[in-house]
């Protein structure tokens, strides 16, 4: 729970991580790209201010009691969402599993919820460690990561046949929020399987599931916008967003969140702090005290009270039916209006 001038906000931190991207960890072969994936990481916390800066030693793996400590006692958040990410290419027991996740959710169940994940290039294997996954941590979202690397395959599309398999699933398992991976490339990722144009076409084609675009697409804001006011099933996931630009790129956060304010909408816009990237305390800090810096912002729509309530947690909150508080809420009308209730068209 976050206060300032007497508004109080509940805070759902919709991404985060529990990874270990220590050198143990590493793939025999396979070294210098956990290595540059990490280093990668390490590099974009440096967006953020420098006293938040951690030694690349620390950063490659958080102790439970740090995470506990800058997530929940420091960094104001009430509900925490593990967001998993496997790269099993390079590390040998995976970078963020749901395995790994679940483990801090079994002993915090009140903190945590623990989505999972699947890969459609691995097949009926990868479809019953879904099922078996879903069914252990009671998973109702996963995490796509499109442009993984998985043998040869340099990253797959939600518009591939076997992609829908897994869609049609997920949706028959009440698997209903669907965070898809669409911003900066980290390397030795390519940039272009990022491309939020099989988003639109999956969408449409499931209207009982939501897709949380996380980091907007970025750095194709504009045809994430475009596509995302199209589709009434499509949010904007703002981790990465806050993070990397609010601190470093002021002026190009404000037009990021004006594009999104103005096509997208308050209510269609989650807060995610990317931890171990980033921490939460002063991205939560920061938003609630942002506007824009000035007037040649003054055609974009302003972020009001009620509005950073809903992105910081009651759009979230909704999205996965958590409990808040009656002192957090918004007056009856007035807060988010998702499209999570609606009657929808089945694929």
Request: aromatic share 14%; glycine share 8%; charged share 30%.
């Amino acid at each position: 729970m976050y206060e300032k001038n007497g508004e109080k906000y509940f805070i759902v931190d919709s991404h985060m991580h529990y990874w270990d991207a220590s050198p143990e960890n590493w793939v025999e072969g396979a070294e210098q790209y956990a290595k540059g994936w990490i280093e990668c990481f390490h590099a974009y916390q440096g967006l953020g201010p420098a006293e938040t800066h951690q030694p690349i030693e620390e950063f490659q793996r958080v102790s439970e009691d740090q995470l506990m400590r800058e997530v929940f006692e420091e960094g104001y958040v009430d509900k925490a969402i593990f967001q998993s990410t496997y790269l099993r290419e390079w590390y040998k027991d995976g970078f963020n599993t749901t395995e790994r996740n679940g483990s801090l959710f079994e002993k915090h169940p009140d903190k945590f919820i623990v989505n999972t994940r699947f890969d459609p290039r691995d097949g009926d294997k990868g479809m019953r460690e879904f099922e078996e996954n879903t069914k252990r941590f009671n998973a109702i979202g996963a995490k796509l990561y499109t442009a993984e690397w998985n043998g040869d395959s340099r990253g797959f599309k939600l518009t591939d046949p076997e992609a829908y398999r897994f869609l049609e699933r997920a949706q028959e398992l009440g698997v209903k929020n669907i965070h898809v991976h669409k911003g900066p490339t980290i390397w030795p990722l390519d940039k272009d399987a990022f491309d939020v144009s099989d988003v639109d076409h999956a969408a449409t084609d499931f209207q009982g599931l939501n897709f949380i675009v996380e980091h907007v697409g970025l750095p194709r804001i504009e045809d994430f916008c475009f596509m995302a006011t199209q589709e009434p099933n499509v949010y904007a996931g703002l981790s990465v967003v806050i993070g990397g630009l609010m601190h470093a790129r002021p002026k190009f956060f404000a037009k990021v969140m004006g594009e999104l304010l103005f096509w997208v909408g308050e209510d269609k816009m989650t807060f995610g702090s990317d931890y171990n990237i980033w921490t939460p305390r002063w991205q939560i800090e920061g938003l609630v005290d942002w506007d824009y810096p000035s007037d040649e912002f003054s055609d974009y729509p302003r972020l009001g009270v009620e509005g950073k309530k809903k992105i910081l947690g009651l759009n979230a909150a909704k999205l996965y039916g958590i409990d808040v508080p009656a002192e957090f809420q918004l007056p009856a009308g007035e807060g988010a209006q998702l499209v999570d209730e609606r009657e929808v068209a089945q694929a």
